[in-house]
C-alpha cells in the first residue's frame, strides 16, 4: 500500500484546504521544496502535487514551486501533478521538467478527448482524478458538481487507457473525519486499473482499513491535513501499511 504525502500549492506556499474552499487555507510552509524533502527523508515513495491556483484558473500557476520539488526530490521518486492541467501542451511541459504522472481532472470531464489524447500521446503517464459527492462528479476546483455518475466515467477513462484513478470524496477532504472507504471500494472493485484513495485519511485505523482493501484494487492514499496538523505520522503510517500488506510497494 503506497501512502502518497500531499504537497497543495497556493500562491507558491504549501497550505491545505478545508473541502476546496480557497479562502480557507492553512499556510504549513513558504518552502514547498523543503517540505518535500522532508517526507522523502520520512520514506514517502511518491509526492502528489496539487497546484490549487491552476485548478481555479483553468492554467498552471505555481510551475516555479512545482519545478523546485522536482529538482529537490524528482531523481529519488515519482511525483505526480494536478490542477489546471487543459492541453497535451501542459502535460508535455511538466513530463519534461520531470514529474512522473500528470493527473487531468476537470479537462477529462468537460472534453474527454483530451484525456484519450494524453493517454494516446503520454501513455503511463496519465492519472485521472475524480472528485465526487454522494457519487457524482464535481469539477472546477469542487465549485461545480456535475449529473455525471463517478462509476460511468471512470469506465470511460478505464477504457482510454488511463494508468491509475485517484478518487477523492469532496464531503470529507480537509475534514479530519475518515476516509470513506465502503464508496472507494465499491469503485475498486468495478475496475481493472489502480484506485487511489483521497480526502479524509485521519488515522491509523484508516490506513487499516485501506490495506484490507488493497487487494480490491486500491493501490494507495494521499495523504494531508492529519499529516500536517501532527494527527498522523508518515513513517509510523507507511511502517503499518507495509506491515498489513506485504512488501513495499
Not at 500536517?228 to 498489513?244: I, M, V
Amino acid at each position: 500500500m503506497l501512502l502518497i504525502p500531499a504537497i497543495d500549492l497556493k500562491d507558491g506556499r504549501c497550505v491545505r484546504l478545508r473541502q476546496g474552499d480557497m479562502d480557507d487555507a492553512t499556510v504549513f510552509s513558504d518552502e514547498p521544496a523543503v517540505m518535500a524533502r522532508n517526507w522523502v527523508d520520512q520514506g514517502a515513495r511518491r509526492l502528489h502535487l496539487v497546484d490549487l491556483n491552476g485548478a481555479v484558473a483553468g492554467k498552471p500557476r505555481n510551475e516555479a514551486a512545482i519545478r523546485a520539488i522536482v529538482e529537490e526530490v524528482g531523481d529519488e521518486i515519482p511525483v505526480q501533478l494536478g490542477g489546471g492541467i487543459r492541453d497535451l501542451d501542459t502535460i508535455e511541459r511538466y513530463l519534461d521538467d520531470g514529474l512522473s504522472y500528470v493527473i487531468i481532472g476537470t479537462a477529462a470531464v468537460k472534453n474527454p478527448g483530451l484525456l484519450q489524447d494524453a493517454c494516446s500521446a503520454f501513455p503511463g503517464h496519465i492519472i485521472v482524478g475524480l472528485d465526487a459527492k454522494d457519487g457524482k462528479v464535481a469539477t472546477d476546483g469542487w465549485s461545480k458538481l456535475t449529473r455525471h455518475d463517478v462509476l460511468d466515467l471512470a469506465r470511460k477513462y478505464e477504457d482510454y487507457g488511463v494508468e491509475a484513478l485517484i478518487y477523492t470524496d469532496i464531503g470529507r477532504d480537509g475534514m479530519l473525519s475518515g476516509v470513506n472507504i465502503e464508496a472507494t471500494v465499491r469503485l475498486a472493485r468495478e475496475l481493472r486499473i489502480p484506485v487511489i484513495a483521497s480526502g479524509g485519511v485521519t488515522s491509523i485505523e484508516d490506513i487499516d482499513r485501506l490495506c484490507a482493501a488493497e487487494d480490491d484494487g486500491v493501490e494507495g492514499a494521499i495523504l494531508g491535513r492529519a499529516l500536517y496538523e501532527g494527527r498522523l505520522d508518515f513513517s509510523a503510517a507507511q511502517a503499518r501499511a507495509d506491515e498489513l500488506t506485504g512488501a513495499a510497494s
